[in-house]
């Protein structure tokens, strides 16, 4: 991704986390469907172009320093707000949306 270079993988756990399905590449629920889109990213040079481009873009958000950077936001979201919202004994559904007004916020932090 980092090359720019659009991906296919499984449709699984790990993979699944790091292809944005239609954006910098696709991800395969079956042997049929990965050969479908190797080919089509083959025969089409604008949508491999479009995808690497995307893939480049998204990379950046895994290189150390920002991956460091989204763990310190995350530290913070669950001590300073997290925490005091649980030890005063809010509902989940409360907690959740936090964590949803959070995640808004920070579209590059993955969950």
Known sequence: MAQGTPNVGANGSGIADVIRHGKTGYLANNLEEFENYIVRLLKDDDLRAEFGRNARSIAQSYRMENVAKNWGKL?????NE???????GNERKELVEVVKDFARKNPDIHF
């Open 75 to 79: 530290y913070n979201l669950t001590i």
């Open 82 to 88: 997290l925490y005091p919202l649980k030890s005063k």
